[in-house]
């Protein structure tokens, strides 16, 4: 029973075209967060949101914008895609003091 | 800036072996360094964790060793096992409750040979 669901879990898309990542979590939790992964990278913070009507910038925010619908739901967009936003993208929920929980993962390509 | 520097890149590794994967941080106001592991197709899953106040945490054949005078810490996997075959991450993070955010390091693909 997984915390985390993302859909969808891959994506192809072109350069120019508005997408939307979703997010969604079972368990209560109040923080949720985005990240993106890339080879040699690691996994850089995009955005992260405390609670509803709360949103902060992260590390790499630029070319993207979230909307934290419900506790439940946080979902990610770029507004208009372009070609170095190919990446793996996963978001992450927590509560207190526990450890993030990450989703599965969304492999999204534009061409 | 990179706060959170890990290396190897890819480490192999027999069966039995010993790994061993090195991190280094910038941040001297960091107070939790979690290491994660995660397999293809997976998110990354907390495998542990450690605070400043000790040098060593054992969760059993995973071991963290914390050197906080050289800003350095390393996650030794014994007895390897091709089960263990995951890419590893390192990270640092300050803050308490729900201030708390990660920064990762790059990350290390151990492959464990049969």
């Known amino acids: 029973d997984a915390d985390v669901t993302q859909t969808p879990r891959n994506r192809i898309t072109k350069t120019g075209k508005r997408i939307m990542l979703e997010c969604s979590q079972t368990k209560g939790h109040d923080r949720m967060y985005w990240y993106r992964q890339d080879p040699g990278l690691g996994l850089r913070l995009i955005y992260y949101?405390?609670?509803?009507?709360?949103?902060n910038k992260g590390e790499i925010s630029d070319g993207y914008s979230v909307s934290r619908q419900a506790q439940a739901k946080f979902s990610l967009s770029l507004e208009s895609a372009i070609p170095n936003q190919t990446a793996l993208y996963f978001c992450a929920a927590t509560r207190g003091n526990q450890p993030q929980h990450f989703g599965d993962g969304t492999r999204l390509s534009i061409l | 800036q990179q706060q959170v520097k890990q290396s190897p890149q890819s480490l192999i590794v027999q069966k039995g072996g010993i790994s061993i994967i090195n991190c280094a941080y910038e941040n001297t106001a960091f107070d939790y360094f979690p290491w994660y592991q995660q397999f293809p197709g997976k998110g990354p899953a907390l495998l542990i964790a450690i605070r400043p106040d000790v040098s060593e945490k054992k969760e059993g054949r995973f071991t963290i060793s914390f050197n906080k005078s050289a800003k350095q810490f390393s996650l030794h996997i014994m007895d390897s096992q091709p089960g263990d075959s995951a890419t590893y991450f390192c990270a640092a993070s300050l803050g308490s409750g729900s201030a708390r955010q990660l920064t990762f390091g790059s990350g290390t693909q151990l492959t464990v040979l049969p």
């Open positions: 949101s405390f609670d509803v009507k709360d949103i």
